[in-house]
């Protein structure tokens, strides 16, 4: 039995000393995984899943004062521009027909005062000065507001000269008016005229604040739109800041993907950019960048991490209008444009004392090699140095 075993014994160490020999022996038996040096078409993208949304968007906010009190629409209605949308409950049009009592009160007064002038023309007089006044405020808004959309270039140059000439022409207006009003109430005494007329200012400020308010009241759509969001309800008072309304305009969608800041520095205008859903079979190639956003922001990761984040726009051909608002799709946008390079696997390189190397099978033996590596594309790497076509590179060791 003690010879059986010595045996045995005699006999497996000789099989672990040929395993071991055949395991060091000039890396015979070992096994590896290998990619050959390809030479094809490879670029440098950025990508990240964006929202489809509207270049048109309006949002209506509530203000905690008034209740509303009707909505004439639902949900994915599609409305027209001018449409009635929401009206609040609103009770100016007995104060305006109070304050209008007022001003036909001072109107006999007044008219007495002037002996014999013409109340009905220094009253129109008046009221027209009024009117250009608030026509000149809108005109300067108007102004300032194309002033900053032409700096970021949103709007030609025409349309800022448009505005310009607009208040121009009413500061014009307005100097006639005042002039006619000059000579039709001469004949008062200028103690009787400024009490008159701050009475008059101050009925006119009422009623100008009165007709605002009816106007406030009333909420229309500004362009022909669905309506994306609706947030309230008849007897509802929303409170200040709440979003009760949002409409798109559906015939002209974009796509607006929050890139990562470093990733947005290297976006620029009409780059060239895709999009893709592989669920709802959606490609959508050719396309290109509309808008880099010049602001970027702050959010959380959900694993809490701060991250700079900047808006870039990708605008939809036309075609595609059947894609949904708020739908998330796949982007690419193309930061190099696609060129003819070699390359191999991304985890055949590795780093080493801060060099980029991969080990190439040169007669059956692996041998390291630095190579100097350029853009990445999906799990592909270029190499611009260090590599010919058709060589064999160590991808991983076998099980064997």
Do not use: W
């Not at 995984?33 to 964006?50: H, N, Q, R, S």
């Not at 103690?191 to 101050?202: F, G, H, L, Q, T």
């Not at 956003?293 to 701060?306: H, M, Q, T, W």
Request: charged residues 30%.
């Amino acid at each position: 039995m003690k010879k059986k075993l010595i045996i045995a014994l005699v006999i497996l160490t000789a099989v672990a000393a040929g395993i071991f020999y055949l395991l060091t022996s000039r890396n015979v038996g070992v096994k590896y995984e290998t990619v050959e040096v390809e030479k094809g078409e490879i670029g440098k993208y950025v990508e990240e899943v964006g929202t489809v949304s509207s270049r048109n968007v309006r949002s209506y906010y509530g203000n905690s004062v008034r209740k509303v009190e009707t909505i004439g629409l639902e949900l994915g209605d599609y409305v027209k521009k001018g449409q009635l949308l929401i009206k609040y409950e609103d009770n100016s049009d007995s104060e305006i027909l109070k304050v209008g009592k007022q001003l036909e009160a001072l109107k006999a007064t007044y008219s007495e005062a002037l002996s014999g002038t013409d109340f009905e023309s220094i009253n129109n007089a008046k009221l027209e000065i009024s009117r250009i006044r608030s026509s000149i405020a809108l005109a300067k808004e108007n102004r300032n507001r194309m002033e900053e959309l032409f700096k970021n270039e949103v709007v030609a140059e025409i349309e800022l000269e448009k505005a310009v000439n607009e208040l121009e022409q009413l500061q014009n207006s307005l100097a006639m008016a005042q002039n006619s009003y000059n000579l039709l109430s001469k004949g008062l005494s200028e103690n009787m005229k400024i009490k008159y007329e701050a009475e008059i200012d101050v009925l006119l400020l009422t009623l100008e604040t009165l007709e605002k308010d009816k106007k406030d009241s009333l909420i229309y759509a500004g362009f022909d739109g669905l309506i994306t969001e609706l947030n309230t309800f008849e007897g509802d008072i929303p409170y200040a800041g709440l979003k009760i309304l949002e409409m798109q305009d559906p015939s002209g969608k974009t796509v607006l993907i929050d890139l990562m800041a470093e990733d947005a520095v290297l976006v620029k205008t009409s780059m060239k950019a895709t999009v893709t859903d592989e669920n709802l079979n959606v490609q959508i190639d050719n396309l290109k960048v509309e808008k880099v956003r010049p602001k970027a922001f702050i959010v959380y990761s959900e694993l809490g991490v701060k991250e700079n984040r900047q808006t870039v726009e990708i605008n939809l051909p036309q075609s595609d209008n059947d894609l949904s608002f708020g739908l998330k799709v796949k982007t690419r946008i193309m930061i190099e444009e696609s060129k003819e390079a070699l390359f191999i696997h991304e985890d055949a390189v590795y780093e080493e004392n801060m060099k980029i190397y991969v080990d190439v099978l040169e007669d059956g033996e692996p041998v390291q090699r630095e190579v100097v590596t350029g853009i990445a594309d999906d799990s592909r790497i270029e190499i611009k140095e260090g590599l010919e076509e058709g060589e064999s590179v160590i991808l991983k060791y076998g099980d064997n």
